[in-house]
């Protein structure tokens, strides 16, 4: 079983970065690609951007130009940098490894960012 634990969340002002980690622990292989998602609230949970094994990224509209992905296979750890941050960003945010028609993972707590305007 493949477990994720989100940190890095918290509140910033619009404009402002924050960087999101994701540590993978268990049945998690280099070769997996990983997404990070969110959720705000009385929505339901959205893609924002995933990375595969060799580096290549994915983003959805609402991040393209201002999020960054990245992965460090040697600490199983995927980040999620967040720049000119809007308050439409303000959501938890996840990690998980899309597989199949599903995730390799539980969705775990997740990370909490709020963009006050």
């Known amino acids: 079983q493949v477990r994720f634990v989100e940190s890095g969340g918290g509140l910033v002002q619009t404009g402002g970065s924050l960087r999101l980690s994701c540590a993978a622990s268990?049945?998690?292989?280099?070769?997996?690609?990983i997404g990070w998602y969110r959720q705000a609230p009385g929505k339901q949970r959205e893609l924002v951007a995933t990375?595969?094994?060799?580096?290549?990224?994915y983003y959805a509209d609402s991040g393209k130009g201002r999020f960054t992905i990245s992965r460090d296979n040697a600490k199983n750890t995927v980040y999620l940098q967040m720049n000119r941050m809007k308050p439409g960003d303000t959501a938890v945010y996840y990690c998980?490894?899309?597989?199949?028609?599903?995730?390799?993972?539980?969705w775990g707590q997740g990370t909490q960012v709020t963009v006050s305007s």
């Open positions: 998980n490894a899309p597989y199949g028609s599903g995730y390799l993972g539980n």
């Open positions: 268990g049945s998690f292989s280099s070769r997996n690609t």
């Open positions: 990375i595969s094994s060799s580096g290549g990224t």
